[in-house]
């Protein structure tokens, strides 16, 4: 009798892991066959148009706009990144994979919520697949090692465990440093950098005639100048001023200098806004003279420029804005004359631009309120690269 009740025990408990498994089952079908089944949502469009095979290049501003919906919530930041996470695990195409990984770098870097989702749709593990395959372009390999170290040694991404995690794990079965310093040597040909000029008219469509859609783009702006200054000032030598996400930062930085001068011309009951403009539009001058300098030390073979900064630990933009205040011209209280120094910075915008209207600044002519910039980036090199 014991044994027949033992029996019946094991039989009903087999019972209920076989149901409990169909079901599991069930629903893990059920949701694929939704996936596959479903029609294409407005975000997986702007994805797919993000990541055309026949691209030779990121279109960095459609993902900057891309950002943007996101952070406005005008899209759903969970679709876009199943877009991307899609597009990684089931192109064939190095190209579509180089451009979904350059998109996610730029949403990881510029809109904070893109974490969360990264960890929840297990991207990361797509990420992982790419690089374990032997058959992944190299340089898609390098690019995906790059932005799971860059997330995993972040302390602000602490409170997502499986970045850290999948990070010690691809550290102890692959030399990622050795894989790096050989992509920061030799850069890939086939991927060439973008072009300013050409991409620079259809960057100056991007934001809107409305203050807000304003203040997103001096959001996106100052995140990618942010990147591009952290970079410049870090510790690491040589400084990766070649890298990737340098180099998009720096474009990024291009492009918004036509844009923030149409920004400053079209805002006349918003002070603020235009003064916000204003100093924006100096410090990314000062940004892209100092990468150009530290460029063209690198290519001749001198020492790169060493980074002034004050007690504070303030990088030199700090200083050089700095300096500018104490040579402004005074009022009788002493104190430098902002609102005449700001009057000559418009003039000069405006002359500017009425010289070179629409026309792309030249290479002569120059990487979570706003969010907090992690570098992938990139994300968080490379937020809003």
């Not at 372009?137 to 860059?150: H, P």
């Amino acid at each position: 009798m014991d044994k027949l009740d033992k029996l019946k025990m094991a039989s009903s408990s087999l019972g209920e892991r076989l149901k409990t498994g169909g079901a599991q089952m069930s629903r893990i079908v059920s949701s694929k066959m939704k996936e596959i089944l479903q029609g294409p949502t407005p975000e997986s469009k702007m994805v797919d148009e993000a990541t055309l095979e026949t691209m030779s290049e990121p279109n960095w501003t459609l993902n900057l706009r891309i950002c943007g919906t996101i952070n406005s919530e005008e899209f759903n930041g969970t679709e876009i990144v199943k877009s991307i996470k899609k597009k990684l695990s089931m192109s064939k195409s190095p190209v579509t994979q180089r451009l979904s990984l350059d998109l996610l770098e730029t949403c990881s870097s510029n809109c904070e919520k893109v974490f969360s989702e990264v960890a929840s749709e297990k991207v990361l593990d797509d990420m992982v697949k790419m690089i374990d395959d032997p058959k992944t372009d190299g340089g898609n390999r390098v690019k995906a090692m790059e932005l799971i170290t860059s997330w995993g040694e972040s302390e602000d991404l602490s409170y997502l465990p499986v970045f850290r995690q999948t990070y010690m794990n691809l550290k102890r079965q692959y030399p990622l440093e050795s894989h790096m310093n050989e992509q920061l040597l030799s850069p890939p040909e086939s991927y060439p950098i973008p072009d300013t000029g050409s991409r620079n008219h259809e960057h100056a469509n991007y934001f809107g005639e409305s203050i807000e859609e304003k203040k997103e783009f001096l959001v996106v702006t100052r995140n990618s100048l942010e990147i591009l200054s952290s970079i410049l000032n870090s510790e690491v030598e040589p400084k990766p001023i070649k890298d990737d996400l340098a180099v998009s930062m720096l474009e990024n930085c291009k492009q918004s200098l036509a844009v923030i001068q149409r920004i400053v011309e079209s805002t006349s009951g918003d002070e603020g806004l235009m003064f916000e403009a204003l100093n924006l539009h100096d410090e990314l001058r000062q940004v892209i003279s100092r990468y150009e300098e530290m460029e063209a030390a690198l290519d001749s073979g001198e020492r790169l420029p060493q980074t002034p900064e004050n007690v504070s630990g303030l990088p030199n933009t700090a200083l050089e804005s700095g300096e500018r205040l104490a040579k402004s011209p005074e009022d009788g209280s002493g104190l430098p004359n902002t609102a005449d120094t700001s009057k000559v910075n418009l003039e000069k915008l405006t002359l500017n631009a009425s010289e070179s209207h629409d026309v792309a600044p030249t290479k002569g002519e120059s990487n979570q309120s706003h969010h907090e910039v992690v570098k992938p980036g990139v994300s968080g090199e490379g937020r809003l690269d």
